[in-house]
Structure formats: C-alpha cells, structure tokens
C-alpha cells in the first residue's frame, strides 16, 4: 500500500473557508476519482495545541508535533 501525505500552509490572504470548502467537495472527488486511490483523508492541523506541546518540551531537542483534526475521510 501507497499512502501520500501532503503537509503545506496557505497564503495568508487565502480564504480559509473558500480553501476548505474546495478541498473537501471538488478536489476530493478528484483524488477519490485516481486509479488504485482506496482512501482520501483529509486534516486541519490546530496550531494552538501545537504551540502549547511546544513550550513545555523545552528539555527536548527540535520537538516536532502536529496536532489534527478530522474533516474528512472517504473510502470506496
């Protein structure tokens, strides 16, 4: 099994809403539409969480965590 993990930060004058709105209607229909594609997930990653992880691993050296939130998963 192939799994992709896309990891990227929208512009700041992005739409967040328009983005998110995009990728969870049109572009999913897209990936789910790709030859051997079984799954599509996708995840909003929540920075405050991250932050707060981060400020008390200080004792750590380059601690990194991304802390999700499910929008979307779709199997065939």
């Given at each position: 099994?192939?799994?992709l993990t896309v990891m990227y930060t929208l512009p700041q004058e992005a739409d967040h809403e328009?983005?998110?709105?995009?990728?969870?209607?049109?572009?999913?229909?897209?990936?789910?539409?790709?030859?051997?594609?079984?799954?599509?997930?996708?995840?909003?990653?929540?920075?405050?969480?991250?932050?707060?992880?981060?400020?008390?691993?200080?004792?750590?050296?380059?601690?990194?965590?991304?802390?999700?939130?499910?929008?979307?998963?779709?199997?065939?």
């Amino acid at each position: 099994m192939v799994k992709l993990t896309v990891m990227y930060t929208l512009p700041q004058e992005a739409d967040h809403e328009a983005f998110l709105k995009w990728r969870t209607t049109e572009h999913q229909k897209e990936n789910m539409r790709i030859p051997g594609v079984i799954k599509s997930d996708f995840y909003a990653v929540r920075e405050i969480y991250t932050k707060r992880l981060m400020d008390s691993l200080q004792k750590i050296a380059n601690p990194l965590f991304l802390v999700s939130e499910e929008v979307l998963s779709e199997g065939k």
